[in-house]
């Protein structure tokens, strides 16, 4: 069974770090796109990083040289390490996985993060 699970958000001061993860199953990382997407209330889900499976990464302006996302691909996990945290931050951030030879995406169910001021 395809699934990808978030883990690693919770509350935290502004300045502060959390480093979240995200592990697939079933047979979907290999070769994957693999994304973090998030989505704060009221609004739309947007892009904060993406790691292509040789390592390229790209990340949304607003949280360049704050955040930096890895993949361990023996482990089929993702990470998102986030640092200097600002309440503007705050959201339900998302695991996503582009099997893009497929045609198919694969979501998590995602993992809130909250910065307080």
């Known amino acids: 069974q395809v699934q990808l699970v978030e883990s690693g958000g919770g509350l935290v001061q502004a300045g502060g770090s959390l480093r979240l993860s995200c592990v697939a199953s079933?047979?979907?990382?290999?070769?994957?796109?693999m994304g973090w997407y998030r989505q704060a209330p009221g609004k739309q889900r947007e892009l904060v990083a993406t790691?292509?499976?040789?390592?390229?990464?790209n990340y949304a302006d607003s949280v360049k040289g704050r955040f930096t996302t890895s993949r361990d691909d023996a482990k089929n996990t993702m990470y998102l390490q986030m640092n200097s945290l600002k309440p503007e931050d705050t959201a339900m951030y998302y695991c996503n996985a582009d099997r893009w030879w497929t045609g198919r995406t694969f979501w998590g169910q995602g993992t809130q993060v909250t910065v307080s001021s």
């Open positions: 079933g047979n979907i990382f290999g070769g994957a796109v």
């Open positions: 790691i292509t499976s040789g390592g390229r990464t």
